[in-house]
């Protein structure tokens, strides 16, 4: 039998309860339980009201209290809150690392498209070979695969997809159509998949961006409105086609959309005017999903599922300038700052988020204007994105090129770029993502 008042076992005849002292109704002899007339457990129930003994497989287990509903909520709660908190630590934390697409994106993006990797081979522009070479990622074996079209021009925005090598034939005259080739990395099989033409107004066309993204080519152009290629004055287009530019598509065209672009299989993220704008396809124009309080924005780095972008003052003098390293989300909630900057850090420029680290040019020792011009290395650093206290530098000839990033997936290419001839190699070189230099493929010409 139960105890009516608090509802604890209790011998049969007893006369008062063990646990609360309440006095116990005498059951008659020979009556029959009736569950159902008496549940157990209820603590309220009327003093006297007779004892009923439930069926035993209704009885409580002793030591056992049945959890409230209310309880199991708040532990659901809790569980639910605890894994978020995991997801958090882990995805934001501790960084896992790009996606193959967010890679290409930025090499085409933050790291203009100056090299390309893939099956073990390193592709860049040569400037003085005036051709694309392709050399083992260990220095062993170069040789050049596609020669460069015009004598006043450039290869440009290289990447690599479905077994090939995507470039563009620059022409410098901006008389000379524009053209995205592919070859197979041999440089056999050399062919158009796209041209960028003049728009019926006569503006200049420029290729902004390459990419090869989730088995497609994505292509970025930046076309002058009646020959004026001053900011609002442009119109932006983008296209997405097989790797063979057969089924083109016009995802975006428009004279809004400007700036530093990094493309994706489904949004086109770009910086303008101290803010981040996403410009999902199909949609009628961009969202602004954050804005800085900061003057210069670098393009938008991909990593992990967030964006990143470098917010600072503009460099006048080399020496580097106040600034901060942003994070957010895909549609720019919970933007919060991995690591702020002040001149003494010397920080420059964003090149690159890879292997755990943002990697930033850093700017000069305090010299005079006249001894910086004569500065033989130019430094680099890579701050963990996890601890910003965690940080790697490294030094690179020559000081007066910019480098460039590509990130292999394994380590980073470094492209030493001059200022008046984008995308040539002045030097190249393979970094690990600990900041050593490991294979150099082309010196400092002079």
Not at 50 to 71: E, F, I, T
Not at 204 to 226: E, K, M, N
């Amino acid at each position: 039998m139960f105890c009516p008042k608090c509802g604890r076992p209790v011998a049969d005849g007893a006369r008062f309860c063990s646990g609360c002292g309440a006095q116990l109704p005498q059951q008659p002899s020979g009556s029959c339980d009736s569950a159902a007339e008496m549940p157990t457990g209820i603590a309220d129930a009327a003093p006297d009201a007779p004892d009923r003994q439930a069926p035993a497989a209704a009885s409580p287990k002793r030591g056992w209290v049945r959890p409230k509903p209310l309880v199991v909520a708040a532990a659901v709660i809790v569980l639910v809150a605890l894994v978020g908190v995991g997801a958090f630590v882990v995805t934001r934390l501790l960084p896992s690392g790009p996606t193959a697409d967010e890679r290409a994106a930025n090499n085409a993006s933050i790291g203009m498209g100056t090299a390309a990797y893939a099956d073990g081979n390193v592709y860049y522009w040569d400037v003085d070979a005036a051709a694309l070479v392709r050399i083992s990622a260990d220095g062993s074996d170069s040789e050049p695969i596609a020669s460069q079209a015009y004598d006043y021009g450039a290869i440009r925005n290289i990447c690599t997809g479905d077994g090939h090598v995507y470039f563009v034939q620059y022409s410098y005259s901006g008389e000379d159509p524009l053209t995205v080739h592919r070859a197979l990395p041999d440089g056999s099989g050399d062919e158009e998949v796209f041209t960028a033409l003049p728009n019926v107004e006569g503006g200049t066309p420029q290729i902004q961006r390459v990419c090869f993204l989730d088995g497609h080519l994505y292509v970025a152009t930046r076309t002058s409105v009646a020959g004026d290629s001053s900011s609002g004055n442009v119109v932006v287009e983008i296209y997405r086609m097989d790797p063979d530019g057969g089924g083109r598509e016009l995802l975006v065209s428009s004279a809004e959309l400007d700036g530093q672009i990094t493309l994706t299989p489904k949004a086109a993220y770009y910086t303008m005017n101290s803010g981040v704008y996403r410009w999902d396809y199909g949609a009628g124009g961009a969202q602004c999903i954050y804005r800085s309080s900061y003057p210069e924005l670098s393009a938008p780095v991909l990593y992990d599922g967030s964006v990143y972008v470098h917010e600072h003052y503009l460099d006048i003098d080399g020496m580097g300038e106040l600034g901060c390293l942003t994070r957010m989300g895909a549609d720019g909630s919970g933007a919060e700052q991995v690591a702020t900057f002040d001149r003494d850090s010397r920080i420059a420029d964003l090149q690159a988020v890879a292997g755990g680290r943002a990697f930033f040019q850093m700017g000069a020792v305090a010299l005079d204007a006249s001894e910086y011009s004569d500065l033989p290395v130019t430094r680099m650093c890579g701050i963990s994105l996890s601890n910003p206290a965690d940080t790697v530098e490294f030094e690179m000839e020559p000081n007066n090129a910019f480098p460039r990033i590509t990130d292999t997936g394994d380590g980073l290419i470094v492209i030493m770029m001059a200022a008046d001839s984008i995308g040539a190699a002045f030097g190249a070189c393979s970094v690990s993502y600990d900041g050593n230099i490991e294979t150099v493929y082309m010196e400092y010409p002079y």
